[in-house]
């Protein structure tokens, strides 16, 4: 009788536990599947792809400025970036430069680049290199002119402080 009794006990603990043994399951295998690891390349796709949509979200106002010690005023310009990777500046879209594609990569610490190069029909070239950090973008601009003149000048969205 002792036998029997804790057979059904056995038994009964059983029929009670199973649905819980299910569900736990279950979940161990929902969890599985929501942590599979995401490839690099992934991340790094994923992070182009969002600053792109940061670039061509607006018109980017950037404050140029000759490097350190060099004579020179600063300037204003507008960089646009649209759709097809598509890259154009306001004022050298006015010396005749016409509408060029760009590039994007994300490096490791996190900085989106693009890169561009432009020409115009008296041939001058113009090579931009900027960094986008969060809604920041810093750079350099080189032109280098027919005759072989060549200008840096350095850029921010960031407003210059002025000295006083």
Do not use: H
Request: aromatic fraction near 8%; glycine fraction near 10%.
């Amino acid at each position: 009788m002792m036998k029997n009794a804790v057979v059904l006990i056995s038994l009964g603990v059983l029929i009670v536990c199973a649905p819980y043994a299910g569900a736990a399951e279950k979940k161990v295998k929902k969890q599985a599947q929501g942590t599979e690891a995401v490839s690099p390349e992934r991340v790094k796709q994923e992070e182009q792809a969002k600053a792109a949509q940061i670039l061509k979200g607006q018109e980017w106002v950037i404050y140029l400025s000759a490097p350190t010690g060099a004579k020179g005023k600063s300037q204003i310009d507008i960089l646009i970036f649209s759709e097809g990777n598509m890259f154009n500046s306001k004022n050298l879209l006015s010396k005749g430069y016409k509408e060029t594609q760009y590039t994007l990569t994300v490096e490791s610490e996190g900085a989106a680049v693009w890169e561009s190069f432009q020409e115009n029909q008296e041939g001058g070239v113009v090579f931009w290199r900027g960094e986008l950090k969060g809604k920041v973008i810093e750079g350099v601009v080189s032109m280098l002119s027919k005759n072989g003149m060549s200008d840096d000048l350095y850029f921010s969205t960031l407003a210059p402080q002025e000295s006083r």
